[in-house]
């Protein structure tokens, strides 16, 4: 019979609905239960795609015996990690702080008023490597709880009083200048990977936010070394295992300092950022690896993570079914070189072997490759590349696919909008920036409610019942910002002003201006969460100074231009020690630096040739941060279009920075030229 999760919208809550496990979903409702019974609370937090919290689900909450001591003992609280990010933060900084390590699944116990006393992440169902089995630790904590309980609450007492003592230092209030920006590339330059790209060691992730920031300081100084790293990591990443070689798109990590190996499962947040990152490349190079990964990567995103209301889906699971009812990790994606023979027949499956360094080994496991496209001299045939691709990638759909996490979060979808509307416009492909308006529009009218409010998910078009956390009011504002820039519909422009209003006046410290995860109106937790360095996307800190700082620019708002600074202090603070951990404030304060710019672009209408090609012109600058309005001399959609003739009769670029505006062109290469100045 179904537990309570079985009325939920998260895919990951659903997954456990029939577990014997008489799950409660994170309710007020639970912990009074738990009051009631005079029991502590087993809270379990995860995610759809995680690998182990799926085998540690099988093991010992699919199981009958484990989830009758679970019921008899414990009120059990399951919660999706992406639905709440901010209890996952609150309790996962307690599990760190008491570990030195994280991770998910994360499994706590707490006391009925939610204070954390005991920890750790998996679980096995027996001892293994000194770890001990699942139920030893319920039964530790049980014997616990009903014989020493006055140090169980002491113990949980001090844990709430030490997390509440961990306050940010966020610097003196102001802007990164020259100098910490240069100390943040010298940090960068430290940790980089000269032989492989990237930085650091194994597991190796995506440094999206990192080389953002890479490609701005390089346009803003003209600094080669960070374009190199920027250009090498992109280019390693594209020929890795971490790239879908077959259907674009980047898995989650990769498991080895080469890219060879990936953690399998895809997010939607990796590739909305990478997609954007490539296009950037490109944009600033020229590149034709770039533009075939941006472009392939924005497919991916349509083709599989589209969903029916037309928003995008959370992520695909990393293990399938290996055809055997195994579901096993990658199945979906490796190749042993006999597979590639029954595909392509002999001759073409010895090009691929080549082309795609299988070996007969394997570079995963049980003789299986991860395709890659190895570094080599000569061009390969590009009409047999393209042939044997089509092949291998209709064979692999007849391959049982990844599960699908189907809620849609608003922070990674306003993440897609921007990256979608982007791509779309650079390489003229309006069925992307259609699609990035047709997520804008799911967002308007099925996450936003009359005063402008954000519901975190939906599913199947159903608004969930979790409101919307900082990274979710920054990274939407930042979509309908670039998506206001690539359409010239100022609508976009006023839905991101009612965001960062919401910024302003709920998650802002109106003395020191750091900012808190949470909204001041929000659910009390044990602590406001308060992260101002980027995870696996941008942290809602950094992205809300970003965004403030674009409607700023377009409007010539003082408090939002104030607030953006403001925000920056913590980026002074952190960028010259931890810069891979807050690239994209550092991303944020290259804009500052560089004014933004402002870019108006009028025509007689949208429609016409030359105020198209100013338009694309102003778009393809690389400018840090600049932002762009396009429209007529009489539009009323946008600020930076007031007072702004056609000069001669002819359609006119203006460019303005730091309250000072160049002379009105009407050249298209004299655009060029003062955009990239």
């Not at 330059?189 to 953002?212: C, H, I, N, W």
Request: aromatic letters at 8%.
């Amino acid at each position: 019979m179904p537990n309570r999760l079985a009325h939920e919208t998260s895919p990951y809550l659903l997954q456990h609905a029939d577990n014997p496990v008489d799950w409660w979903p994170w309710s007020e409702e639970a912990f009074e239960e738990a009051r009631k019974r005079n029991v502590p609370v087993l809270l379990s937090i995860g995610y759809s795609s995680c690998h182990w919290c799926h085998v540690m689900a099988h093991e010992s909450f699919e199981d009958q015996e484990t989830a009758e001591y679970l019921n008899a003992h414990y009120v059990n609280v399951k919660v999706d990690r992406e639905e709440r990010p901010d209890v996952d933060a609150v309790y996962m900084e307690a599990v760190q702080a008491a570990t030195g390590q994280g991770g998910w699944p994360m499994t706590v116990f707490l006391t009925p008023d939610a204070e954390p006393f005991y920890f750790g992440t998996y679980f096995p169902p027996a001892p293994r490597q000194g770890m001990p089995s699942f139920r030893q630790v319920l039964q530790g904590v049980h014997q616990a709880w009903d014989e020493r309980r006055d140090e169980v609450t002491e113990v949980a007492g001090k844990i709430v009083r030490d997390l509440a003592g961990r306050e940010i230092s966020y610097g003196d209030a102001q802007t990164p200048g020259e100098e910490e920006l240069a100390q943040a590339l010298l940090g960068l330059t430290r940790e980089y990977d000269p032989q492989r790209g990237g930085f650091g060691g194994a597991p190796k992730f995506p440094p999206s936010m990192v080389l953002e920031f890479l490609l701005r300081h390089h346009a803003r100084t003209g600094a080669e070394g960070a374009l190199q790293m920027a250009q090498d990591t992109c280019e390693r990443m594209a020929r890795g295992g971490i790239y879908d070689q077959l259907g674009g798109g980047f898995a989650r990590y990769s498991v080895d300092r080469d890219w060879v190996v990936p953690h399998f499962e895809k997010m939607l947040y990796d590739n909305a950022l990478l997609c954007r990152v490539y296009a950037h490349l490109w944009r600033a190079t020229g590149s034709e690896l770039a533009r075939r990964v941006a472009l392939e990567t924005a497919d991916f995103m349509v083709r599989e993570l589209r969903t029916n209301e037309g928003g995008f889906a959370s992520a695909l699971d990393a293990d399938s079914d290996d055809g055997t009812g195994r579901h096993v990790e990658g199945a979906y994606y490796v190749w042993t070189p006999e597979q590639l023979r029954e595909v392509l027949g002999e001759q073409d499956a010895d090009f691929a072997v080549r082309h795609f360094g299988v070996t007969e080994e394997g570079t995963f496991e049980e003789g299986a490759s991860v395709l890659q496209l190895p570094v080599r001299d000569g061009l390969a045939d590009a009409d047999k590349v393209a042939s044997v691709r089509e092949r291998l990638l209709a064979a692999r759909s007849e391959r049982p696919a990844p599960g699908r996490d189907d809620k849609v979060v608003a922070a990674w979808n306003g993440l897609a909008v921007a990256a979608l509307a982007e791509t779309g416009a650079y390489f003229d492909r309006p069925d992307l920036v259609e699609a990035a308006v047709a997520a804008a529009d799911l967002l308007v009218r099925l996450h936003l409610d009359e005063q402008a409010r954000l519901t975190r998910t939906s599913k199947d078009g159903h608004a969930g019942a979790n409101a919307g956390v900082l990274e979710d009011y920054a990274d939407v504002a930042e979509g309908f910002l670039a998506l206001a820039s690539v359409t010239g519909e100022g609508v976009w422009l006023e839905f991101a002003g009612f965001l960062v209003d919401h910024v302003l006046a709920r998650f802002t410290d109106p003395e020191s201006g750091s900012l808190y995860d949470t909204a001041a109106d929000a659910e009390r937790l044990i602590r406001r969460p308060q992260d101002p360095t980027d995870n696996a996307a941008p942290s809602g800190w950094s992205a809300a100074a970003g965004a403030l700082l674009g409607y700023a620019a377009h409007t010539g708002s003082e408090p939002h231009r104030t607030a953006a600074e403001k925000a920056l202090g913590v980026v002074k603070a952190l960028g010259p020690r931890v810069p891979r951990f807050i690239g994209w404030g550092l991303a944020v304060a290259e804009a500052v630096l560089d004014g933004p710019r402002e870019v108006a672009v009028v025509g007689p209408s949208l429609d016409d040739e030359g105020t198209r090609s100013l338009h694309r012109t102003a778009l393809l600058g690389t400018a840090p941060g600049a932002v762009v309005a396009v429209g007529t001399p009489e539009s009323d959609e946008f600020p930076l279009l007031s007072d702004r003739p056609l000069v001669g009769g002819e359609p006119a670029a203006y460019v303005c920075r730091n309250f000072t505006c160049d002379a009105p062109t009407t050249e298209v290469e004299r655009l060029r030229a003062v955009l990239s100045d």
